[in-house]
């Protein structure tokens, strides 16, 4: 079989930046599958340096306007539908998480 070295670096890439969101999260390695999917996401949402557009606003013709945050970032959600009616009406309105990546309606 031929080797495509282009493909092998992006790969190598890809791994190297699942180990880096697995190490400063602080998450063991059976959370690479969430680490390597928020990686992904994020270089695709990302400036380039040399002034090109992300991978994300050419698909989609606009940029990215949400939240950009680390793989595994303590912080607080609001919770939604049933969850939010069986909260008490004293209870804090956000809840602590850790931030494992992003869910898209694209």
């Known amino acids: ?7 092998e ?5 890809m791994k190297y930046g699942t180990k ?10 059976k959370w690479y599958p969430e680490a390597r999917a928020h990686w992904v996401f994020s270089h695709n949402i990302l400036r380039i340096r ?6 994300y606003e050419l698909r989609f013709s606009e940029p990215f306007t ?3 945050l680390p793989f595994g970032a303590y912080c607080f959600f609001k919770p939604g539908g049933m969850e939010q009616k069986q909260m ?5 309105n956000a809840k602590p998480a850790y931030f494992m990546g ?3 309606k694209h």
């Not at 079989?1 to 493909?7: M, V, Y």
């Not at 880096?20 to 390695?29: A, E, H, K, R, Y």
């Open 20 to 29: 880096s969101n697995i190490l400063q999260s602080g998450f063991g390695p």
């Open 50 to 55: 040399d002034g090109r557009k992300p991978p």
């Open 9 to 13: 670096a992006r790969v190598r890439l």
């Open 88 to 92: 008490h009406p004293y209870e804090e």
């Open 1 to 7: 079989p031929q080797a495509n070295g282009a493909i």
């Open 66 to 68: 949400g939240i950009e």
């Open 102 to 104: 992003y869910s898209l």
